[in-house]
């Protein structure tokens, strides 16, 4: 997702979930937590900071996945208000810690949802969660597979307490103004760990008739139930954790790390075969990918179902915070360390575009089916190189459709890489950082935004203006194939470089797991079982 | 389609697997004295004041002959009944030579009927009661032009696919189901398989419409169809029951008044495209000869349009015999005629001794694109095309973006045959490469995946329509003759494309647009009006 539209697109009065001070006139009351850190290691302690208005408050502890299990909880725990900074969300909370848990030595690796519950004054519920992954003591012991949690691109849409990289300051619903720091403690808007199956997704799934207006169901549905307008951007309730439910029931293990401990600890995937990303990894720091890019050169496979690989973030403040500025001229530190300006990763100050890691590029996609962008797809990539070991057993042909609505893998915001063809088949031009031995599987249209039909009258939540002003924001900085451009693609690809790079290119290929699509989910096994194999014999 | 059959004792292009179901012979007479009727007349259209000369076998004491001009609102516009039987005997090599029965009936067309396809139906009552019909027709002409738009009825490929006596340019001629030959020469004086022109409206196309599972066995719809019911197996492959009819009936019922012309007309009047604004082709014009394209050419050159909403443009014919005979030998190396004047070879216009690619004339080429939907050629398409150049007048108010699909299932205009040129893609968009007749200022409007025939994947154990093998075959009997960019060639596009050259050609280059407008899809009606409307002259 781009930055800052110019015309309507913030629906009026309808402001991030914030802390009140006391229980509402109505006697109605709330209680928020979060943890110290996003990942723990076993025998290490959770502090739990928390703020209620409650008089009393419950908290549990889920182990998340298949069969969800309950590990920890406490009740009748009593609630305390606590002021909270109108800036919370880049300056954290500060509330203090209200009680520790210790990881238990027998606790999996795995995501923990801590659900804090209170009782209104009409005897209804009230709840919120948060979360931690608890890491595993002994890395590839139980399993070949690392899930990394997409914790910075939780981080860059979590609007809890006014706003996040995206929107939230000032008051103006047509000059959407974000925050470039984004804290760590503070609470997860609701929506992004916890929602009901049926919530909607960003991939539109219906086929507007002619002279439709752009919608985004996701965000009504948030509307009109109270939750997140973000919910379904980013976290585990939306990416991560179907894929986990999925692969528990097809016989998976994975042990959980978080974008987080990439960036705090070079050795984070060690002892892994595979390391699996899922969703909207959006954002990276230089250290995370170094992590990666070091893991794959000693031999370490990955197996990316995700997109939209784009923005260079920083963590500051021991990691508690998360700086994205979009444009070197507004990172305060850009000047001194060019190549560490958050902004886009192929900006020719940092120039590592995503592809040298990933094999494919957030800036080559980006939406389909989302609003006014492609939206009548097919929903689905059109397969090329059906006999691609990836597609083994999947019996697919050239020209064949994979993931078509209505399951719709290829939506939302999928990522590629400069392209031609030749003879019916696509290959990268190389002129982006397309890693040498790139082999383009299918492929999908996209555009980089939605263009505007409607003279600004009609929300659009990804107007092509806000790409453009991003390249022009850029400069001289900006790579010439960026310029002017609106077109881009979605891709399935993969590549080699010590170990193998398997690229889903799209946020969306979890729908194909939770929909049971037979071809998505056979894909799904070859690159696991390969990828994943001691002796990995190339995807 | 690609050839099937060999006319040669060499067998050159017999594929080695099975297709033909055995005991599915197609329609002749019985000669055992059961009761049945056809008939034929002697041209393919005529102008009013002309005389129409039906020859007729009737094996009952009385037959009826009922004229209809057919359209929105069929008319019968002829009719005798109690006329007396007649027997003859037929050759064996009718399909070939023609029948030579008498004439039964003789008719001057008046000269107040308008131009139109008219059918000709024959009927006997069978000695249970129940009746005995089939069909045959005649194109009346305009004496001159009284609407901007011409429809030129692919009569060649009615005759390439009219196995009615045994045998078609595909197959008849052998009794080894696993060696399909082909007759080299069809008769223009001799009945038309059922189907090809009445059948009921649920027809299967060619076209499949269900999306295989993992594992499946490719089906053949419309020959399953015809098997159980009595109709030829080709009679979806070409005729104006499957393609100009539709489409007749949709333009008369918005409007549009249409003259009618033959293709046989091209080729034996240069002129006879001459003051009108716009020819219209439609459905399956996969057969051409010299001077056919030379009318076109001609027109075109001085202005006049073309809209082709049609596909699959690959083999040179020649007409013999005063017209009554169509020659198509499929190779230079077979054809009789081809060492004198070699342009003039039977085979693909790609053939490097034809030297004038199908391209060059209506902008896009069979060779360049085929299959899609097909048995299994692209099995799980979307159907549809992608839209790229969205910007087109073409589109005007169809509100269509880049990356949209148009006319995918459940309608399906992008399937079955499907014609294109080689390209390459830049930035997202489609360009021609220009090596193989691609003119000049041609513009991919929209493309879909296509394959130049099924690969095998089932060992040879499964009846393959179109097997990859065949067309391969055909290629290697080429030889040198074999132009360089369809060497190896298997994958490319269906493509619809426009150019400029004197007038304007739009090629939409898909035998199934005609489903478009049949299951009244707004996008495809829309496209259709636009390209009516402006090569008509009318916007």
Not at chain 1, 435 to 462: F, H, K, M, Q, T
Not at chain 1, 506 to 528: K, Q, Y
Not at chain 2, 396 to 420: C, K, N, S
Request: charged fraction near 20%; charge should be negative; include cysteine.
């Amino acid at each position: 997702m781009s930055i800052k539209a110019e015309s309507a697109w913030a629906p009026r009065g309808w402001p991030a979930e914030r802390a009140s001070a006391a229980p509402g006139p109505d006697g109605r009351v709330e209680a928020y937590c979060y943890t110290d850190r996003f990942s723990y290691a076993p025998g290490e302690r959770v502090d739990l900071h928390v703020h209620a208005t409650a008089a009393t408050y419950d908290v549990a502890v889920i182990r998340d996945g298949l069969q969800p299990e309950r590990v920890w909880a406490r009740s009748g725990l009593p609630g305390a208000a606590h002021p909270t900074p109108e800036n919370a969300y880049a300056v954290g909370c500060g509330w203090p810690v209200a009680l520790s848990i210790e990881i238990g030595a027998d606790w999996h690796s795995g995501f923990y949802l801590v659900v804090i519950g209170a009782e209104q004054p009409d005897g209804e519920r009230w709840e919120r969660e948060h979360f931690f992954v608890v890491r595993s003591a002994a890395p590839g012991r139980d399993t070949p597979y690392a899930l990394v949690v997409t914790t910075s691109t939780l981080l860059a849409y979590n609007d809890w307490g006014g706003a996040n990289h995206y929107r939230g300051i000032g008051d103006d619903p047509r000059e959407e103004i974000s925050t470039p720091l984004s804290h760590l403690h503070r609470p997860i808007s609701r929506g992004h760990l916890r929602k009901p199956a049926g919530a909607p997704r960003e991939g539109n799934r219906d086929n507007p008739p002619i002279g439709f207006t752009p919608r985004y169901p996701a965000y009504e549905w948030a509307r009109l139930h109270g939750y997140g307008r973000h919910h379904a951007d980013a976290g585990w309730a939306t990416y991560e954790r179907p894929f986990v439910v999925w692969g528990e029931q097809h016989g998976y293990s994975f042990d959980l790390l978080t974008q987080h401990d990439l960036d705090e600890r070079p050795d984070a995937l060690d002892g892994y075969r595979c390391a699996v990303i899922v969703g909207h990894d959006e954002y990276w720091s230089w250290k995370m990918r170094d992590t990666l890019d070091a893991f794959v050169d000693g031999g370490g496979n990955v197996a990316r179902f995700a997109g939209n690989y784009e923005w260079q973030v920083r963590l500051e403040e021991g990691g508690t915070r998360q700086a994205c500025y979009r444009l070197p001229k507004l990172d305060p530190v850009a000047a001194e360390t060019p190549h560490l300006a958050t902004t886009l990763w192929e900006a020719k100050c940092v120039d590592r575009p995503g592809a040298t890691t990933m094999g494919l590029n957030g800036s080559g996609g980006i939406y389909n089916r989302y609003g006014a962008a492609t939206p009548r797809s097919s929903g689905g990539f059109t397969v090329y190189r059906h006999d691609h070991g990836a597609f083994e057993g999947a019996d697919l042909f050239y020209g064949d459709v994979l993931g078509a609505l209505p399951v719709g893998l290829a939506a939302f915001e999928v990522d590629s890489v400069e392209f031609t063809f030749h003879r019916g088949m696509p290959y990268p031009t190389y002129e982006d950082g397309a890693p040498e031995n790139l082999e383009i599987l299918a492929l999908c249209p996209a555009v980089l935004g939605e263009v505007d039909r409607w003279g600004g009258s009609a929300p659009l939540g990804a107007n092509m203006e806000e790409f453009t002003a991003t390249i022009a924001g850029l400069g001289d900085d900006a790579p010439e194939r960026l310029v002017d451009r609106v077109t881009g693609a979605g891709m399935i690809a993969c590549f080699q470089r010590g170990g193998t790079v398997f690229n889903g290119g799209t946020t969306e290929w979890v729908v194909g797991l939770t929909m049971a699509d037979p071809f998505t989910e056979r894909i799904t096994h070859n690159v696991l079982r390969r990828l994943g194999a001691h002796e990995d014999a190339g995807a | 389609m690609s050839p099937l059959g060999s006319p040669s004792e060499a067998g050159a292009l017999a594929p080695e697997i099975a297709w033909s179901p055995p005991g599915w012979p197609a329609e002749r007479p019985s000669g055992g004295g059961a009761v049945e009727a056809w008939c034929y007349t002697d041209r393919f259209s005529y102008a009013p004041g002309e005389q129409v000369q039906v020859h007729v076998l009737a094996t009952a004491p009385t037959y009826d002959l009922i004229v209809t001009r057919d359209g929105a609102e069929p008319e019968v516009v002829w009719e005798r009944s109690g006329l007396a039987g007649v027997d003859a005997p037929t050759p064996a090599e009718a399909y070939a030579a023609g029948c030579g029965w008498p004439v039964g009936v003789s008719f001057e067309i008046p000269s107040d009927w308008p131009s139109g396809f008219h059918l000709l139906t024959i009927a006997v009552d069978l000695p249970d009661g129940s009746r005995w019909e089939r069909e045959h027709f005649f194109v009346v002409l305009a004496p001159a032009p009284a609407s901007p738009f011409v429809l030129v009825h692919a009569t060649s490929t009615l005759l390439a696919y009219n196995d009615w006596g045994g045998a078609n340019h595909y197959r008849g001629l052998s009794d080894d189901p696993r060696v399909d030959v082909g007759s080299p020469l069809s008769a223009v004086r001799r009945p038309i398989a059922r189907g090809m022109l009445r059948k009921p409206a649920s027809a299967p196309r060619e076209a499949n419409r269900f999306t295989p599972p993992i594992g499946f066995t490719p089906t053949y719809p419309p020959y399953e169809w015809a098997r159980l019911h009595g109709y030829g197996r080709h009679h979806a492959d070409a005729g104006w029951a499957t393609y100009e009819g539709p489409f007749t009936r949709w333009a008369q019922q918005h409007g549009y008044a249409v003259d009618h012309l033959t293709q046989h007309d091209l080729h034996e009047r240069p002129d006879a495209l001459d003051g009108y604004a716009c020819a219209l082709f439609v459905g399956h014009d996969e057969y051409w000869s010299w001077e056919m394209r030379d009318a076109v050419d001609r027109f075109v050159d001085g202005g006049g349009n073309v809209a082709r909403f049609g596909g699959n443009f690959i083999w040179q014919v020649r007409l013999e015999d005063d017209g009554a005979t169509q020659a198509c030998y499929r190779l230079p190396s077979l054809d009789p005629a081809a060492a004198e004047t070699p342009r003039l070879a039977t085979t693909i216009w790609d053939a490097r001794s034809v030297g004038r690619p199908g391209a060059a004339t209506l902008g896009l080429s069979g060779t360049a694109g085929c299959y899609n939907r097909y048995g299994a050629a692209a099995p799980r398409s979307s159907g549809g095309y992608t839209v790229y150049r969205p910007g087109h007048w073409l589109f005007a108010g169809t509100d269509l973006r880049y990356g949209d699909q148009l006319g995918a299932l459940p309608v399906g205009i992008a399937t079955f045959e499907l014609d294109g040129v080689e390209f390459t893609f830049r930035k997202g968009l489609p360009y021609p490469t220009h090596e193989d007749g691609a003119p000049e200022g041609l513009e991919i409007l929209a493309m879909c995946p296509a394959t130049a025939g099924e690969r095998d994947t089932w060992a040879g154990t499964v009846p393959l329509s179109a097997n990859v093998k065949e067309l391969d075959e055909l290629y290697e009997g080429l030889g040198d003759d074999l132009p360089d960019y369809l060497r190896d060639h298997e994958y490319g596009a269906g493509m619809l494309a426009c150019f400029e050259r004197g007038g304007t050609v739009v090629n939409t280059g898909a035998t199934e647009w005609v489903v478009g407008l049949i299951e009244r899809d707004p996008f495809v009606e829309r496209i259709t009006h636009n390209v009516l409307r402006r090569l008509g002259g009318l916007a």
